[in-house]
């Protein structure tokens, strides 16, 4: 756990104010609001199969843009709500979705894999916040729009701790080994409400409503930014009221694969165990562990090159 020392804006303020005439004085200094944003793309307006989700989809080249466009509203709410300093990181797919030069030029852009920390790769105990623009359900929820954990094609089922876990709840708690709260997502109805009942009270932007796991009732693009826009503003004007989300250590992971292999093979290593047919689990010290053999376990294999 971290502990921090910054004084809150409107303190400032008023010190400055109470201090001397405001004309006679430089701007008093911005505390620091450090912002971290997480970026996939199934929860991003419009999006409803794969033809919008990766390069060999018809539209794909747009739904870059769209993405890039919520990211954008994420990073003007931000700004709105006094951030400093944003850092975003490409989340879905081969990690070279958004289109970087259409970010600001302050902003750091984290891109492609592998990378230990996952989906929350540059995250550090000195961000305030964490954001998860385009989240998508879990694969044991039978609702959402592409609902799935880390691998549509490969996993059926993590748990962290026993615990049933979305992409945003095994994110929330790599944030939460840092002492960074969650404060706010973006999504189908669907992962909105699972993120909620897990993390608690985060502001939520519902960008469509999930109809089947290919289909949505979904918001224009102009909507759905302006309404993230106004929830990460909301989200961090708030900030003091959200706790990060943490797991206990050691931390059991459990994973079910949809095959049989993985798991067999797997368990070979005397740090896994079989659990079933088609589980295993690992634990580790803490969920950065966690994380990396998460990591390792999805994108090994032995033709991997260079
Ligand atoms: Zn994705």
Request: proline share 6%.
């Amino acid at each position: 756990m971290r502990r921090r020392a910054f004084i809150l804006p409107y303190v400032a303020a008023a010190c400055t104010a109470l201090a001397a005439p405001a004309a006679a004085q430089p701007a008093p200094a911005r505390a620091p609001l450090k912002v971290y944003i997480s970026a996939d793309m199934e929860g991003i307006a419009g999006v409803v199969s794969e033809q919008q989700l990766s390069p060999a989809g018809f539209e794909y080249a747009r739904f870059r843009e769209f993405q890039t466009a919520e990211v954008l509203a994420a990073i003007a709410g931000a700004r709105e709500a006094g951030a400093t300093e944003i850092v975003v990181s490409d989340s879905h797919g081969n990690g070279q979705n958004l289109l970087i030069e259409r970010l600001p030029a302050d902003v750091t852009v984290i891109r492609s894999w592998p990378r230990p920390l996952m989906m929350m790769q540059g995250i550090d105990s000195t961000f305030h916040a964490a954001v998860f623009i385009g989240y998508h359900s879990a694969t044991t929820n039978v609702r959402g729009v592409r609902a799935h954990t880390i691998s549509s094609a490969n996993l059926a089922a993590v748990e962290l701790n026993g615990v049933s876990m979305p992409e945003a709840g095994i994110n929330a708690a790599i944030a939460g080994h840092f002492g960074v709260p969650v404060v706010m997502v973006s999504g189908d109805d669907a992962a909105v409400e699972e993120t909620r009942t897990l993390l608690g009270d985060v502001e939520g932007a519902v960008v469509k409503r999930a109809i089947s796991f290919h289909s949505a009732a979904t918001m224009t693009p102009e909507a759905s930014q302006a309404l993230i826009r106004q929830k990460v503003r909301a989200a961090l004007a708030r900030r003091a009221a959200f706790r990060p989300y943490t797991t206990a250590a050691p931390v059991r992971l459990d994973v079910t694969f949809k095959s049989y292999r993985p798991a067999e093979l797997l368990a070979y290593l005397p740090i896994v165990q079989r659990t079933t047919a088609h589980s295993i689990r690992f634990t580790g010290r803490d969920i950065i562990e966690v994380s990396k053999f998460l990591e390792f376990v999805n994108t090994y294999e032995p033709g991997i090159a260079p």
